[in-house]
Nanobody, 127 residues
Framework: VQLAESGGGLVLPGGSLRLSCAAS????????MAWFRQSRGKSRELVSG???????YYADSVKGRFTISRDNAKKTVYLEMNSLTPEDTATYFC??????????????????????WGKGILVTVSA
């Protein structure tokens, strides 16, 4: 399985970006996808997750601003990011793994739960 992120870049505060994560290969052993992010000097954090059944999770810091969705036919997951602030500046990683839908809803997704990781894509929010 390979994951390829796209859609990052530089955006003004208050702006929007849509990240895409295209998966290739056999995803049959996975049932959840998630976005993590890591900014300079900080530990990696879970931003949002979605199960195959559509259960979703959002970190408090992005709730109401970010929306995760998936197109199973295209094997693609999206992260729509609105009202971006400089605190959203980070490298965003797309991941895929296998975990309970209840854990996805609770945001109880550890790095070790996700078997596949993209290379990451940089999002910079700055004036």
């Amino acid at each position: 399985v390979q994951l390829a992120e796209s859609g990052g870049g530089l955006v003004l505060p208050g702006g929007s970006l849509r990240l895409s994560c295209a998966a290739s290969g056999d995803l049959s052993r996975t049932n959840a996808m998630a976005w993590f992010r890591q900014s300079r000097g900080k530990s990696r954090e879970l931003v949002s997750g979605i199960s195959n059944g559509g259960s979703t999770y959002y970190a408090d810091s992005v709730k109401g601003r970010f929306t995760i969705s998936r197109d199973n036919a295209k094997k693609t997951v999206y992260l729509e990011m609105n009202s971006l602030t400089p605190e959203d500046t980070a490298t965003y990683f797309c991941t895929a793994g296998h975990t309970l839908a209840s854990r996805v809803r609770a945001g109880n997704i550890a790095d070790d739960d996700m078997d596949y990781w993209g290379k990451g894509i940089l999002v910079t929010v700055s004036a």
